[in-house]
């Protein structure tokens, strides 16, 4: 069985930083593409950053272009969103998902990814 966990979220003042880890447990995603989305309440799910299975494709949501960083670790099977200079339209819960079948990034929305992690709040004050 498959896991995604999530952790790191929290709540930090506007600019501040925090970083997201996801570790995935039950199989390896080093050759599969990783994603972050986030969904505010109201709001439907929306992509923030993904990074394809090798690691040299990368994208991100213009809204956190330049303030997020996603990175990954394949040794210990984890993902990672840095996140600074962070706004209060930042708040959120923020979602891990695997693509399982894949190692490219798609078209970097939700319904492409098969696994999804529980989420974890984050919340930014301003």
């Known amino acids: 069985q498959v896991h995604l966990v999530e952790s790191g979220g929290g709540l930090v003042q506007a600019g501040g930083s925090l970083r997201l880890s996801c570790a995935a447990s039950?199989?390896?995603?080093?050759?599969?593409?990783m994603g972050w989305f986030r969904q505010a309440p109201g709001n439907e799910r929306e992509f923030v950053a993904a990074?394809?299975?090798?690691?040299?494709?990368?994208a991100y949501a213009d809204s956190v272009k330049g303030r997020f960083i996603i990175s990954k670790n394949n040794a210990k099977n984890t993902v990672y969103l840095q996140m600074n200079s962070l706004k209060p339209e930042d708040t959120a819960v923020y979602y891990c998902?695997?693509?399982?079948?894949?190692?490219?990034?798609?078209?970097?929305?939700?319904?492409?990814?098969?696994?999804w992690g529980q989420g974890t709040q984050v919340t930014v004050s301003s």
């Open positions: 998902a695997a693509r399982s079948a894949y190692s490219g990034l798609g078209q970097n929305v939700p319904s492409e990814y098969d696994t």
């Open positions: 039950g199989r390896t995603f080093s050759t599969n593409a």
């Open positions: 990074i394809s299975g090798s690691g040299y494709s990368i």
